[in-house]
């Protein structure tokens, strides 16, 4: 699962099936709404979230899952 702010472009969460990527895809994408207000008032685009097939070597050498809102240690992406 891919995750979009602006222009930036980072590998939000990997599946091992498209079912389980598309379910994490519309939870991340309800609490990106739930927060809307916040990310608003923060004047920080909203991050929009897609399922797309990654190769293993598209992944940067220290890759972690990154949170829900957007967040990667206490910045948005």
Same mark, same amino acid.
């Given at each position: 699962?891919?995750?979009?702010?602006?222009?930036?472009?980072?590998?939000? +969460?990997?599946?091992?099936?498209?079912?389980?990527?598309?379910? +994490?895809?519309?939870?991340?994408?309800?609490? #990106? !709404?739930?927060?809307?207000?916040?990310?608003?008032?923060?004047?920080?685009?909203?991050?929009?979230?897609? #399922?797309?097939?990654?190769?293993?070597?598209?992944?940067?050498?220290?890759?972690?899952?990154?949170?829900?809102?957007?967040?990667? !240690?206490?910045?948005?992406?």
């Amino acid at each position: 699962m891919i995750a979009s702010q602006g222009k930036r472009t980072i590998i939000a +969460d990997i599946h091992l099936s498209r079912e389980a990527a598309e379910s +994490d895809c519309q939870w991340r994408t309800s609490q #990106v !709404r739930a927060y809307a207000h916040f990310l608003i008032g923060e004047q920080q685009p909203p991050p929009s979230y897609h #399922v797309r097939k990654i190769a293993r070597a598209e992944l940067p050498r220290r890759w972690t899952p990154l949170p829900a809102l957007g967040m990667l !240690r206490g910045r948005f992406i």
